[in-house]
């Protein structure tokens, strides 16, 4: 009887496939919504980061020129009456949107006051577009895994109930669903990591582009 029951798990265990998309079809609903939820995730954050990479690679080239371009020129109205209609680098703005204020007020009543407000505001206007997309990043890495467990959880609970209604504890029959239980627990980790790693990144950086404009708004402020 013994000789029975262990061929029958040898034969079971030889015959399951535990390729990722053997485990999500055999996975019960719950745990496919789970995967696919985590997948999704995954994606996207995958195209934040991306998209991040290539907006700082962007902006930290165009700010390098525009700052070059700027402390060369010989006074900053003939600069900004130059500047093209289309720039789209976060400095300039804040230097374009400064300067349209100043010309519109040529009162030097409260100027210093008056120009630090609106730097400031040009600032946070351009730092909130920079850092779109970080609540996202900074979601998925502190809620993933939990998802993950909660789908592990569940299909751990499903491998016991088919445990009970076979009465087999033989690990041929236990095996699948617990791996079809973790594999949701690895995407989790797997959605998680790269979206904490690279939230930080990011948000370093920002820090560090910020403290950039702030320092050319002072420096900008003691020309005017």
């Known amino acids: ?7 029958q798990a040898v034969g079971l265990a030889s015959s399951a496939d535990f390729s990722l998309m053997s485990l999500f079809i055999r996975a019960d609903i719950v745990v496919k919504t789970v995967i696919v939820m985590l997948i999704a995730c995954s994606i996207y954050s995958w195209a934040v980061i991306i998209e991040k990479f290539r907006l700082f690679k962007k902006i930290n080239q165009s700010t390098e020129e525009f700052e070059t371009k700027f402390w060369n020129s010989k006074s900053a109205e003939s600069f900004y009456n130059n500047l093209p209609s289309s720039i789209e680098d976060p400095m300039a703005l804040v230097f374009k949107d400064a300067m349209q204020n100043l010309l519109k007020k040529r009162s030097k009543v409260d100027l210093q006051e008056r120009m630090t407000t609106m730097l400031e505001t040009g600032i946070e206007k351009q730092m909130s577009k920079i850092s779109k997309g970080y609540t996202f990043l900074a979601t998925v890495g502190s809620t993933a895994p939990f998802i993950g467990l ?6 751990i609970m499903n491998s016991f109930q ?3 209604i076979s009465r087999n504890t033989s690990l041929a029959i236990v095996a699948p669903g617990i791996a079809e239980a973790l594999f949701a627990t690895a995407l989790g980790l797997l959605a998680a990591i790269p979206a904490v790693i690279f939230y930080n990144k990011f948000n ?10 702030e320092n050319f708004s002072k420096r900008f402020l003691t020309i005017i």
């Open 204 to 213: 370093n950086d920002s820090i560090l582009y910020s403290k950039r404009l």
């Open 162 to 164: 088919s445990i009970a």
């Open 150 to 155: 909660f789908g592990t959880v569940w299909g």
């Open 1 to 7: 009887m013994e000789a029975d029951i262990s061929s």
